[in-house]
């Protein structure tokens, strides 16, 4: 998870710095290459991309064929890196504080929610007491509120109305959950900013669409006076606002030059092939991540001991040189002969440590080969392990460590010793 969260910031910010060199206003044209809210929304979107893959079970849907294994001994999972034990708790107060910040933003939506409205002589138009600026509320109260003071002219209320056509109220809440889910992430947080100036530069064009050039000046200066509510305010803008050459109020420039000039800003390039460079590379370094963290073992290695209830009987390969009849020692143990524990031998002959994952349900796959003293039985035991079954597991292991023994049993040594030379033939 705190992979997936590295890789959606890491490339939000590329997202960002590319989309703020696009569109920057350098050829004299000014806001000629903004693009509209559709072109932002999508730029968000890819820069959840690369996060998205990261997370999507790939070895759910990968099956490999059924064998069987000889002996077995199950291992801890590997420890890993100092960081990696640390996880958990990042992960948990990275999860708080986004918490905290998406508590923040629900409880402000809901005193917009509890504004004490009055009806108005305008279907869905409300005024209010309170000092804010017009604004639409989305659901469940989907209503335009118009401050006390303010004059509700019929340009204002199509501006409204515009939010209101596209939704913007509910998008602009869900966007600003994502943006506390990410704890204020700068690079989606400049993509955010720039899909609400596009919705304005949207709205504005459908309350400016029948107004006369005398009309468009009133509304800009409508617009002008709910952006520069007193003097001496270091926030607001200038008084007089002569130039308006801050770059914090580019965003109101742009719409005042739109207003006065009745034309929409035309792209001064296409956005279609950096949009689709940017969907592209997404994916390329969400499955590119996903694959290096799957060969690494980079994953969940918290749990103990895994718990197999299915384990299938065992199969030596038919043919395994270079055993050596004189190197393996001799262990008595109890072998079981017709359903009896009799006292005999046994001979462990080799090891074969591997590394593999195992899903939700328990079933195991993508067995890798650590180490091994002798490579005829490597095939063998990738080819037994997803024969076996967990427990159910309460999330997806990776990286999970198995110790195989290969060896063979009997009532006498002198048929281990044929046994082995069988091998060696």
């Known amino acids: 998870m705190i992979e997936a969260l590295g890789l959606v910031h890491f490339w939000s910010l590329i997202i960002a710095g590319g989309a703020w ?19 932002w929304g999508m730029l968000i979107w890819a820069s959840l991309v690369p996060g998205l893959i990261y997370l999507i079970p790939f070895g759910e849907y990968i099956t490999l064929p059924n064998m069987q294994v000889f002996e077995v001994e199950a291992l801890r999972p590997e420890m890993g890196s100092q960081t990696a034990v640390w996880l958990p ?31 108005t002589t305008q279907a869905g138009v409300y005024s209010t007491t309170e000092t804010l600026p017009p604004l639409t509320l989305s659901w469940p109260k989907r209503a335009i509120v118009i401050p006390d003071g303010i004059q509700p002219v019929p340009a204002l209320i199509r501006h409204e109305r515009a939010h209101l056509q596209h939704n913007d109220g509910e998008l602009t809440l869900l966007l600003l959950l994502l943006h506390d889910a990410l704890l204020r992430n700068p690079g989606i947080g400049y993509l955010i900013k720039q899909w609400r100036l596009a919705i304005e530069l949207r709205a504005d064009q459908a309350a400016i669409r029948l107004l006369s050039e005398p009309e468009r000046k009133d509304y800009a200066r409508l617009l002008l006076d709910g952006h520069r509510p007193a003097c001496g305010d270091e926030l607001s803008l200038p008084c007089p606002t002569a130039r308006l050459g801050n770059p914090h109020h580019r965003d109101v420039k742009l719409r005042l030059t739109q207003i006065v000039a009745n034309r929409p800003p035309r792209l001064g390039r ?134 195989m023994h290969f060896g063979i049993s009997g009532e006498d040594p002198d048929e281990l010793k044929e046994q082995i030379a069988n091998l060696n033939r």
Request: hydrophobic content about 40%; overall charge positive.
């Open 21 to 39: 060199y696009l569109q920057r206003d350098n050829d004299g044209a000014f806001g000629s290459r903004f693009p509209g809210p559709g072109v």
């Open 89 to 119: 708790s990042l992960l948990t107060i990275y999860l708080g504080g986004a918490g905290i910040l998406m508590l923040r933003t629900v409880w402000q939506w809901l005193q917009l929610q509890r504004l004490p409205l009055q009806p």
């Open 270 to 403: 296409n956005w279609r092939p950096p949009l689709l460079c940017a969907f592209v590379s997404a994916g390329i370094l969400g499955l590119a991540s996903a694959a290096t963290s799957a060969e690494t073992g980079i994953g969940d290695r918290r749990s103990a001991i895994v718990d197999y209830v299915t384990q299938t009987s065992p199969v030596l390969p038919t043919r395994c040189p270079d055993l050596g009849i004189g190197q393996f020692m001799l262990e008595k143990a109890f072998i079981t002969v017709n359903g009896q524990r009799v006292p005999g031998y046994k001979v462990r002959l080799g090891t074969v440590i591997l590394r593999h994952d195992v899903r939700r349900n328990g079933t195991v796959h993508n067995p890798r080969i650590l180490d091994s003293t002798n490579r005829c039985f490597e095939a063998e035991a990738a080819n037994a392990l997803v024969q076996w079954k967990a427990e159910p597991q309460p999330r997806s292991l990776q990286g999970v460590v198995m110790k």
